[in-house]
T-cell receptor, first 111, second 116 residues
Framework: AQSVSQHNHHVILSEAASLELGCNYSYGGTVNLFWYVQYPGQHLQLLLKYFSGDPLVKGIKGFEAEFIKSKFSFNLRKPSVQWSDTAEYFCAVNAGNDMRFGAGTRLTVKP | GAVVSQHPSRVICKSGTSVKIECRSLDFQATTMFWYRQFPKKSLMLMATSNEGSKATYEQGVEKDKFLINHASLTLSTLTVTSAHPEDSSFYIC????????????FGPGTRLLVL
C-alpha cells in the first residue's frame, strides 16, 4: 500500500523566513500529488497539485512545490512566510481510486 | 466552486447509541466519496470509500459493522457510527472528487463526535 511521509511535525518560523516542508511517498506507479492546508477552525483547502508537466508547481498564496520523481518527493516551499500562514499542512498522494495523506506538519509563524 | 457539506457539525451522544453523519455534494454529483477520521495531531486516516449503488470499500482495520456507510444517491453519503463508544470520539471528514475526476478533491467541514 502506498504511504506518505511528512518528516516535520511542527515547524516554527519568524515572519519573512523561508519555508520548506518535506513530503515523500512510496508508490512506484503514476501518482497525482497534492498539498492541502487547514487553517485553525477551517476545513481542508487545496494549495496546489501536480498531475503532469512542469515538476515545479505554483499554488495559491505564494506557495510552490517541486516534484522530484527520482526522490519520490514533493516538497512545499514559500520564500517568505507570513503570520497568516500559521496552519496545518498536509501532503497527499492519489493513485487510481486511492488517496493517502501524510501526518501533517503544523506551521507556526511568529509575528 | 464546488461545495461539500456535512451534517451535523458536532454531535454529543451517549455510549451505546448510534450516530448518523451526512455528507452532501451541493452542486455536483459524486459517484465516489471518501470518509476520513482525523486524530489529534495526526493525519487524516482513510476509513472507507463510499460508492454510489454498491457496497463501500473499507480500509484494513476499519470495522464495517461498526461504521456503516450508505451512498444513497449521487449527492449523499452517510456514515453511521453504531453502538458508539468513547474511543469513537473523533473528527470525521468526508470528501468527493469534483466533476468525477481527481483534478480537485472537495472536503466537507467535518463532524466532531463526542461519545460520553
Amino acid at each position: 500500500a502506498q504511504s506518505v511521509s511528512q518528516h516535520n511535525h511542527h515547524v516554527i518560523l519568524s515572519e519573512a523566513a523561508s519555508l520548506e516542508l518535506g513530503c515523500n511517498y512510496s508508490y512506484g506507479g503514476t501518482v497525482n500529488l497534492f498539498w492541502y492546508v487547514q487553517y485553525p477552525g477551517q476545513h481542508l483547502q487545496l494549495l496546489l497539485k501536480y498531475f503532469s508537466g512542469d515538476p515545479l508547481v505554483k499554488g495559491i498564496k505564494g506557495f510552490e512545490a517541486e516534484f522530484i520523481k527520482s526522490k519520490f518527493s514533493f516538497n512545499l516551499r514559500k520564500p517568505s512566510v507570513q503570520w497568516s500562514d500559521t496552519a496545518e499542512y498536509f501532503c497527499a498522494v492519489n493513485a487510481g481510486n486511492d488517496m493517502r495523506f501524510g501526518a501533517g506538519t503544523r506551521l507556526t509563524v511568529k509575528p | 466552486g464546488a461545495v461539500v457539506s456535512q451534517h451535523p457539525s458536532r454531535v454529543i451522544c451517549k455510549s451505546g447509541t448510534s450516530v448518523k453523519i451526512e455528507c452532501r455534494s451541493l452542486d455536483f454529483q459524486a459517484t465516489t466519496m471518501f470518509w476520513y477520521r482525523q486524530f489529534p495531531k495526526k493525519s487524516l486516516m482513510l476509513m472507507a470509500t463510499s460508492n454510489e449503488g454498491s457496497k463501500a470499500t473499507y480500509e484494513q482495520g476499519v470495522e464495517k459493522d461498526k461504521f456503516l456507510i450508505n451512498h444513497a444517491s449521487l449527492t449523499l453519503s452517510t456514515l453511521t457510527v453504531t453502538s458508539a463508544h468513547p474511543e469513537d470520539s473523533s473528527f470525521y471528514i468526508c470528501s468527493a472528487p469534483g466533476s468525477g475526476t481527481w483534478e480537485t478533491q472537495y472536503f466537507g467541514p467535518g463532524t466532531r463526535l463526542l461519545v460520553l
